[in-house]
């Protein structure tokens, strides 16, 4: 399978999507916490991973 740029953003938000299902269904928090607060960090943070793993990925791609 090859990842292009849709299939891949397509995969992270799933993987974001599953993880907030598993927190707002375990009861550590309320509903409203980890839509407001959980939610928007763990997008930063998966943008933030895809940038620079996309960034090594080329420069090892030019070796």
Do not use: C, N, Q, W
Not at 33 to 60: D, N, Q
């Amino acid at each position: 399978m090859e990842f292009d740029l849709m299939k891949s953003v397509g995969l992270l938000l799933a993987i974001v999507a599953i993880a907030i299902a598993g927190l707002a269904s375990a009861g550590f928090m309320d509903l409203s916490t980890v839509l407001m607060m959980v939610l928007p960090s763990m997008l930063v943070f998966a943008a933030i991973a895809f940038f620079v793993g996309m960034k090594h990925g080329e420069y090892r791609a030019g070796y």
